[in-house]
């Protein structure tokens, strides 16, 4: 079964950091942005995060979904399944005039179930492991999937491949041509999508076609059963549009952001 993953989207809309950028060397490289600050008060219980009062400790999850925004960079998440039980790892970050690499080491180091690395034009963060683990859902390898369409029908005709090969993984079906559930992404990139893909697994797939549109990501769940992987999978805009915006020119914080101390300008580096 694949789905949407509902509780991960919530989560970020109560996140707390803040970072802006002291000037990109490269847009080739994000790892090596550099951000000018970033704060993340995990360990707080009770405080203001993302302007949003919050009534638990920050985790790993949270402090990458804010960098991803307010980085405004392309960081695609394999989540560790979420059980209730599960106890909260909190990420304590304030740092300034670091790169994007330095800050995920920082995270990774204060929760080491996570690693990262940059490839395909994204980069990938995933529980330690994953990118070679066989059995791990993202590592499906998917025969066959050839789209022109328009981005969220892309995005729903690969969620229904992953249905069919998660049944049948020898299935060769080039055209899913099936419908569902997806509630697709409100400003979706212009134009079709024009893809050929052959054998490949369903991460680089996921990778390929982020990078080709630009100012995209995906979020994955995978939780293992008996009867196959549950799979949580969106995609979402690093670059986030301003409320009303109908154009590219829309994308970007809005100009009440820009006044927060957080996100003006860098002086000095």
Same mark, same amino acid.
């Not at 080491?112 to 994204?122: D, I, N, T, W």
């Given at each position: 079964? =694949?789905?949407?993953?509902?509780?991960?989207?919530?989560?970020?809309?109560? +996140? @707390?950091?803040?970072? *802006?950028?002291?000037?990109?060397?490269?847009?080739?490289?994000?790892?090596?942005?550099?951000?000018?600050?970033?704060?993340?008060?995990?360990?707080?219980?009770?405080?203001?995060?993302?302007?949003?009062?919050?009534?638990?400790?920050?985790?790993?999850?949270?402090?990458? *979904?804010?960098?991803?925004?307010?980085?405004?960079?392309?960081?695609?998440?394999?989540?560790?399944?979420?059980?209730?039980?599960? !106890?909260? =790892?909190?990420?304590? =970050?304030?740092?300034?005039?670091?790169?994007?690499?330095? =800050?995920?080491?920082?995270?990774?180091?204060?929760?080491?179930?996570? *690693?990262?690395?940059?490839?395909?034009?994204?980069?990938?963060?995933?529980? !330690?492991?994953?990118?070679?683990?066989?059995?791990?859902?993202?590592?499906?390898?998917?025969?066959?999937?050839?789209?022109?369409?328009?981005?969220?029908?892309?995005?729903?005709?690969?969620?229904?491949?992953?249905?069919?090969?998660?049944?049948?993984?020898? +299935?060769?079906?080039?055209?899913?041509?099936?419908?569902?559930?997806?509630?697709? @992404?409100?400003?979706?990139?212009?134009?079709?999508?024009?893809?050929?893909?052959?054998?490949?697994?369903?991460?680089?797939?996921?990778?390929?076609?982020?990078?080709?549109?630009?100012?995209?990501?995906?979020?994955?769940?995978?939780?293992?059963?008996? *009867?196959?992987?549950?799979?949580?999978?969106?995609?979402?805009?690093?670059?986030?549009?301003?409320?009303?915006?109908? +154009?590219?020119?829309?994308?970007?914080?809005? !100009?009440?952001?820009?006044?927060?101390?957080?996100?003006?300008?860098?002086?000095?580096?």
């Amino acid at each position: 079964m =694949i789905r949407m993953g509902g509780a991960y989207r919530a989560l970020i809309l109560l +996140a @707390l950091a803040s970072a *802006s950028y002291c000037g990109a060397e490269t847009r080739d490289d994000y790892l090596q942005l550099r951000v000018c600050r970033f704060i993340f008060h995990g360990k707080k219980r009770r405080d203001v995060r993302h302007h949003q009062p919050v009534e638990m400790p920050g985790d790993f999850r949270e402090a990458l *979904s804010e960098l991803t925004y307010h980085a405004e960079v392309p960081i695609s998440l394999e989540s560790l399944p979420y059980r209730p039980t599960d !106890k909260i =790892i909190p990420v304590e =970050i304030d740092v300034k005039n670091h790169t994007v690499k330095e =800050i995920l080491d920082e995270m990774v180091a204060q929760d080491p179930r996570y *690693s990262y690395r940059e490839r395909l034009g994204v980069i990938e963060v995933f529980p !330690k492991g994953a990118d070679n683990d066989p059995a791990d859902c993202l590592n499906m390898v998917i025969p066959i999937f050839r789209v022109r369409d328009r981005w969220n029908q892309v995005i729903e005709q690969l969620r229904c491949e992953v249905d069919i090969v998660r049944r049948n993984p020898n +299935a060769f079906v080039p055209f899913p041509g099936c419908g569902g559930s997806y509630p697709g @992404l409100p400003h979706q990139p212009p134009g079709l999508i024009d893809a050929n893909f052959e054998r490949q697994a369903l991460r680089d797939i996921l990778d390929q076609l982020c990078a080709q549109v630009g100012n995209m990501a995906w979020d994955v769940s995978c939780e293992r059963a008996t *009867s196959g992987h549950t799979i949580e999978l969106g995609v979402f805009h690093p670059r986030r549009w301003i409320p009303g915006g109908t +154009a590219p020119g829309d994308e970007g914080l809005p !100009k009440s952001c820009t006044q927060c101390h957080y996100h003006q300008p860098c002086h000095g580096k």
